[in-house]
């Protein structure tokens, strides 16, 4: 079964569900999709045992063979190839590596080159438990295709929990895809309210199942559960805010092995969420 968590905007406490969920289960694989500011790996403090290197590739062209027709410009959805007075431009940060120029191209002028975008860690953490992340290279401005190396490596795994990337960008749509469940983390605050209808609009245009976990919900405002309410959303669980679990993140612990009340409640989501054997 294959798990999304994932939030409206960041520090929502979507890292904090997704490696405490992970802590709680006896068997599971973890990967943290969240490629432009990986922190899973922070809590978790696991021995990194591999490495490797994500290629991308881009479009290189041949101008002695380029006639400047035009058709691969035509074709590129991302303007990353530009056909221009004189030459062709290739604009490699906006390349999403669909192949699509050189079918195109009448006179075979265009090949392609790799470029290296970013990494992916193995971690060990215990018997049955694995964790991997992301790190997209700094100036790169896609991480999917680490997302998609990610989920490709664990697509066997028997429970894969994925830490998204906030927001509803196209990287979140590379990580929830194919799931089986999504977990929302919201906070009750007009904010956190509002992002949250967005990842709602989102996870429904793909018709993914979905419940929500209200993080300090002991903060803020009821709009929340008001909204859930109108819109039959599964309340999965509510987590209080206390200043000892401020303090116990802060020293990248894990809460769950430090308070019975955060247990408690993860064991409640993975009830919900996977069924009473899980837990
Ligand atoms: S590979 Fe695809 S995205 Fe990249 S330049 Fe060619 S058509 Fe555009
Ligand atoms: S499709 Fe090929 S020949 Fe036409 S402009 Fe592009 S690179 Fe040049």
Same mark, same amino acid.
């Given at each position: 079964m294959k798990i999304a968590i994932l939030s409206g905007k960041g520090g929502t406490g979507k890292t904090t569900l997704s490696v405490n969920l992970f802590s709680s289960l006896e068997k599971a694989t973890l990967i943290d999709t969240d490629v432009e500011e990986p922190n899973s790996h922070l809590f978790l403090k696991g021995t990194t045992y591999h490495e490797e290197l994500i290629y991308k590739r881009y479009p290189v062209v041949n101008h002695d063979l380029c006639t400047l027709c035009g058709k691969c410009g035509e074709f590129c959805n991302f303007n990353a190839i530009i056909p *221009?007075?004189?030459? +062709? %431009? +290739?604009? &490699? =940060? %906006?390349? $999403?590596?669909? #192949?699509?120029?050189?079918?195109?191209c009448p006179t075979n002028a265009i090949s392609y080159t790799d470029k290296e975008i970013g990494n992916i860690y193995y971690q060990s953490i215990k018997k049955n438990k694995q964790f991997l992340y992301g790190k997209l290279t700094v100036g790169e401005i896609s991480g999917v295709r680490i997302i998609e190396h990610l989920k490709n490596m664990t697509k066997k795994e028997e429970i894969l929990l994925i830490d998204s990337p906030p927001g509803t960008s196209c990287s979140t749509v590379a990580a929830i895809e194919d799931t089986d469940y999504c977990i929302i983390a919201a906070e009750p605050t007009p904010f956190g309210l509002s992002d949250m209808r967005m990842v709602v609009e989102l996870l429904r245009s793909q018709k993914l199942n979905f419940g929500v976990v209200v993080n300090k919900?002991?903060? #803020?405002?009821? &709009? /929340?559960? $008001?909204?859930? =309410? @109108? !819109? #039959? /959303?599964?309340? %999965? !669980?509510?987590?209080?805010?206390?200043? @000892?679990? *401020?303090?116990? /993140?802060?020293? #990248?612990?894990?809460? +769950?092995?430090?308070?019975?009340?955060?247990? !408690?409640?993860?064991?409640n989501i993975i009830k919900k969420v996977l069924g009473d054997s899980y837990a």
């Open positions: *221009a007075k004189k030459r +062709v %431009l +290739v604009f &490699d =940060d %906006l390349c $999403h590596d669909c #192949g699509g120029c050189k079918l195109v919900s002991n903060l #803020g405002n009821t &709009d /929340i559960y $008001h909204y859930l =309410d @109108e !819109e #039959g /959303i599964e309340l %999965l !669980e509510t987590i209080e805010f206390r200043e @000892e679990f *401020a303090r116990i /993140i802060a020293r #990248g612990d894990l809460l +769950v092995n430090q308070s019975t009340y955060v247990k !408690e409640k993860m064991f």
